[in-house]
Nanobody, 124 residues
Framework: QVQLVESGGGLVQAGGSLRLSCAASGRDFSNYAMSWFRQAPGQERVFVAAVSWNAGSTYYAPSVLGRCSITRDTAKSTVYLHVEDVTSEDTGVYYC?????????????????WGQGTQVTVSS
């Protein structure tokens, strides 16, 4: 059974940074791309960042480009998200997702597996 478990959410001061982790289990994820999405209250889930299966490529939403880093530890089947200089726009539930198919990684509908999410609230 595939499981994705996010952690690291909480309250973050504006201008600070957040760091999230997502631990995957249930199969070998070395051939899976792994991604992060964010869903703000009353809004659609949106793409934040993705890393390819071999960590050779990373992709970022324009809203986080330049202040965000996505990394993965293949041996631990864990993906990390680090966002600096956060603002209220970064508030939301952050979801980890994964797929082994060659898809448009920024598209919500293309993922096979999702975590339950972790809440991040940026306070001013």
């Amino acid at each position: 059974q595939v499981q994705l478990v996010e952690s690291g959410g909480g309250l973050v001061q504006a201008g600070g940074s957040l760091r999230l982790s997502c631990a995957a289990s249930g199969r070998d994820f070395s051939n899976y791309a792994m991604s992060w999405f964010r869903q703000a209250p009353g809004q659609e889930r949106v793409f934040v960042a993705a890393v390819s299966w071999n960590a050779g490529s990373t992709y970022y939403a324009p809203s986080v480009l330049g202040r965000c880093s996505i990394t993965r530890d293949t041996a631990k089947s864990t993906v990390y998200l680090h966002v600096e200089d956060v603002t209220s726009e970064d508030t939301g539930v952050y979801y980890c997702a994964t797929t082994d198919r060659l898809v448009q990684l920024s598209s919500v509908g293309e993922y096979d597996y999702w975590g339950q999410g972790t809440q991040v609230t940026v306070s001013s």
